[in-house]
């Protein structure tokens, strides 16, 4: 016999399991648990039906030789469950093509329910039923030709659809095909619980809890490795294409995916309207832009590229700014003296009017000062080709380094640290190392789990960085409007209204 919450369940001989039910109608009322034989399925083979009819005669039990779910999960014939999986299928796709004409209108919420809420219905089934791949071509293809299109507003099923199919962190967006996953999904189901089930299969009452959630971790841990690899070996056959290199190599960053794996939550921050999301999904996958101008406000060719790297309409500074601030609100939670251009001791090298982005004290130890500086970079910049992204974070880091470390030490005495980020989310050793520290103190002080503070955290400023960044790909770069000179107006030309003209 085999229980989940009140659900219980048993296999064997039919005279085993009519005695089986009899002891539950005995003993159970007087544990709080009420058997209805009206809600007992008994499925059993056809040659074996009457025969089970004759021992369950009076019980009220029902009694079929095709099949019935179990947990939502079929059990029975290869029909019965082929119908099963079919009907699930087809009430998907509705769903599914429901979602995609939210879609248009709300393409983060109908990305977010999709990810964390649509797809785990099918997920589940696949992990409890074999053999059923074949029957979910039909949601592939609602996938492929209506979510996607949609969400994307332009997508190619050529180039993306394998990447897309990859999680998040390694450059996908974790839109799984079915086809694909089902019998590995069950594969890994049946790895899994292979402790527990042999748990019931022995029928024990006494065991080692310890020892069976320890062995269940280390088929979970061998899953997970074993599903890494598996991703990782796709990532290089797709890493033929030039293409879809240059996207893996950018999107599989550190933090740089965690906008997508994030619930919009409006309180947060974490919310985007349908031209931030979709101008997003361009930016992830070096699509062209939708209603792009073709030339820039500064005479040049537009592009991507040309928008973020662009100084004219100030967005760059905006960007520097914005992610500034953003680490400054995080370090006063648990910093003291905290800072915004804190300007440094007048040197020969600095000058008088130098100063650094932030400053804090008890960020490293308890009453010493640090200095950061921001820098953010884009790598799809002209100035970085063939350049790989590991030795542009090292050169922007040596370059900060370079410049302020020996004041900072010897005249400032206090510590420096950079932080250096790209424009798609990823950030530099230093600044890693940064958000690991104002984690540690931050899960600390409110008394939670340090990988729930560090993922508040790089969530933070991965939005502070993706917004502006977005910004700059709209903003208005015309001409600036000339200045009014109200050096010499005579400012009681202006009308005042009355105290009765105001009640009218």
């Given amino acids: 016999q085999f229980w989940y919450a009140d659900d219980a369940g048993s296999t064997g001989k039919l005279t085993h399991l009519r005695d089986w039910w009899d002891a539950l109608n005995k003993h159970g009322p007087l544990l709080g648990y009420f058997p209805e034989a009206s809600k007992t399925w008994l499925v059993v083979k056809k040659p074996l039906e009457d025969e089970a009819k004759r021992i369950f005669a009076g019980t009220e039990v029902k009694i079929t030789s095709e099949g019935r779910k179990y947990l939502e999960s079929p059990i029975g014939t ?31 919420v109908c990305y977010s329910a999709y990810v964390f809420g649509l797809s785990k219905r099918w997920l589940y089934l696949m992990r409890t039923t074999p053999e059923i791949a074949e029957l979910y071509e039909r949601l592939e293809s609602c ?48 790895t899994i619980t292979e402790p527990l089930v042999k748990l019931i299969l022995e029928q024990k009452l006494s065991f080692d809890s310890y020892n069976i959630h320890r062995a269940v971790r280390e088929q979970k841990s061998a899953i997970i490795t074993a599903k890494s690899s598996k991703f990782k070996a796709k990532q290089e056959a797709l890493a033929e294409n030039e293409y879809l290199r240059t996207i893996m190599q950018h999107q599989s960053q550190k933090g740089a995916s965690l906008w997508l794996t994030t619930l919009p939550v409006e309180s947060l ?17 070096y699509l062209k832009l939708i209603n792009m101008p073709p030339f820039c406000a500064c005479g040049k060719e537009n592009s991507i590229d040309h928008a973020l790297c662009c100084m004219k309409g100030g967005y760059t500074v905006m960007r520097h700014n914005n992610v500034r601030d953003t680490e400054a609100a995080l370090l006063q939670e648990v910093c003291k003296d905290v800072t915004i251009e804190p300007p440094l001791v007048p040197s020969k090298e600095l000058g008088d009017r130098s100063c650094l982005d932030i400053g804090a004290r008890g960020l490293w130890s308890g009453l010493e000062k640090t200095l950061f500086d921001v820098r953010i970079f884009h790598p799809g910049a002209q100035s970085y080709q063939n350049r ?83 910004i700059a790909l709209r903003g208005y770069r015309g001409k600036d409007a000339k200045p009014i000179d109200l050096t010499h107006a005579d400012l009681n030309l202006i009308p005042s209204i009355s105290r009765y003209e105001s009640l009218v």
């Fill in 78 to 108: 290869k029909e019965f469950m082929t119908a099963h999986v079919s009907n699930n299928v087809t009430e998907w796709v509705q769903e599914l093509l429901d979602l995609t004409k939210i879609c248009k209108q709300e393409p983060q």
């Fill in 388 to 470: 790989s992204l590991d030795a542009i974070y090292k050169s922007h880091e040596k370059e900060k380094k370079d410049k302020y470390l020996n004041h900072v030490l010897n005249k400032e005495k206090c510590s420096f640290t950079p932080l250096v980020f790209s424009t798609h989310g990823g950030n530099a050793p230093e600044a890693d190392r940064f958000h690991k520290r104002l984690a540690t103190l931050i899960a600390k002080k409110r008394n939670i789990l340090y990988s729930e503070a560090v993922s508040y955290v790089r969530r933070r400023v991965r939005f502070s960085i993706l917004r502006t960044t977005l």
């Fill in 143 to 190: 996938i492929v030709e209506h979510f996607l299109p949609t969400l994307f507003r332009q997508f190619n099923a050529d180039n993306l659809r394998e990447l897309v199919a990859l999680p998040a962190k390694f450059g996908g967006l974790s839109v799984f095909s079915p086809t694909e996953t089902a019998e590995d999904e069950y594969y890994y189901s049946t």
């Fill in 269 to 285: 921050g974490f919310v985007m309207n349908a031209q931030e999301f979709h101008d997003a999904l361009c930016l992830r996958y």
